[in-house]
């Protein structure tokens, strides 16, 4: 597990249990509409947080909302038993292993220097000035991170209610360990579901298309990557735009993982794709990977 996330998903069940649950629950109603969420100070609301270490000389900051305190904010008792209630709840008030990995790739893949992240008043990395989205974000540390090297980035979940009382209070409480006179580049808070996403910021003047985007442990089912694959059809900008999906494997007992999701995106052709992270995690027994998403050299006639 990754320094400071939280234990893996709960529902790691075999196929039985996850068709008890399925039945239980009923057919998901993934229909939450796109809407844009505008911060409001929520005065008298206590946000705690903990530092969570993303690499040597870089630490950032997260806050805690227990199991418990996500069902009542969302007002769904399944949530304190669950990490995932499909079509309420996703898991965002959880901070899951892959995002960390996917921090550190950035990090490593785009010239951001650990040490030089909260101390530096003139940081230069190749985020500068490049549009991201986070999709799923959840607690949003790879948007996060990404904001402070010096990108504008747009952050996405699925609940309105994560967005208000996790994502962005995150946002501030990092960005204000930034030296003054850094610029701060504009953020944008979106909620609902994938499939209304991305046309909601390709028709309402949102700019659009994005030179990354960036998701964590969002592709645990087949349904969830044919939604989420939809999405960065839609938002990523041709002919460089990059997506980067952090991932286990398998998601056993709900069918997901890296391996299924490659398949799914070769079999769709728009995309090259490749791993271009591994962590072998031995305590789960599972492997961690990132995957790379890009335009092929020619541009699919999808995006002429």
């Known amino acids: ?8 998903f709960r529902f790691n069940f075999g196929k039985e249990e996850s068709d008890r649950v399925q039945e ?23 946000f705690f947080t903990e530092e969570v270490s993303i690499a040597e000389g870089l630490a950032l900051v997260k806050g805690i909302i227990s199991s418990d305190e996500a069902a009542t904010i969302l007002s769904d008792q399944r949530i ?3 990490d995932l209630v499909p079509g309420k709840y996703e898991g965002g008030f959880k901070l899951w292993e892959c995002s960390l990995d996917l921090c550190t790739t950035l990090l490593d893949r785009y010239k951001v220097v650990p040490d030089r992240v909260l101390t530096d008043p003139e940081l230069t990395t190749e985020l500068n000035g490049k549009r991201v989205l986070e999709l ?6 790879p948007g996060i991170l990404a904001l402070m090297s010096g990108a504008e980035v747009h952050f996405q979940d699925y609940n309105q209610e994560v967005l208000r009382r996790l994502t962005i209070p995150n946002v501030i409480a990092n960005m ?18 994938w ?5 909601h910021l390709t028709s309402r003047g949102y700019g659009g298309h994005y030179d990354f985007i960036l998701s964590s442990e969002s592709i645990y089912s087949v349904p969830a990557q044919e939604r989420l694959l939809e999405c960065i059809k839609q938002l990523l900008q041709p002919p460089h735009g990059v997506a ?13 993982g890296t391996k299924s999701f490659r398949n799914l995106v070769e079999e769709d052709g728009i995309f090259e794709v490749s791993v271009v992270a591994q962590v072998d995690d ?15 050299a020619a541009i699919h006639p999808y995006f002429l």
Do not use: W
């Open 1 to 8: 597990m990754a320094d400071g996330a939280e234990p893996a």
């Open 24 to 46: 239980e629950q009923g057919a998901p109603d993934y229909s939450e509409p796109a809407a844009e969420v505008v911060h409001r100070p929520q005065p008298g609301v206590a």
């Open 80 to 82: 304190a038993a669950s």
């Open 136 to 141: 799923g974000c959840g607690h949003g540390l």
């Open 176 to 193: 204000v360990r930034l030296p003054r006179s850094r610029p701060r580049p504009p953020t944008r808070y979106f909620s609902g579901d």
């Open 195 to 199: 499939r209304l996403v991305g046309e």
């Open 244 to 256: 980067l999906i952090a991932a286990k494997r398998y998601y056993f007992g709900v069918g997901g």
């Open 282 to 296: 031995k305590t789960s027994g599972n492997v961690r990977e990132v995957l790379m998403l890009k335009f092929p």
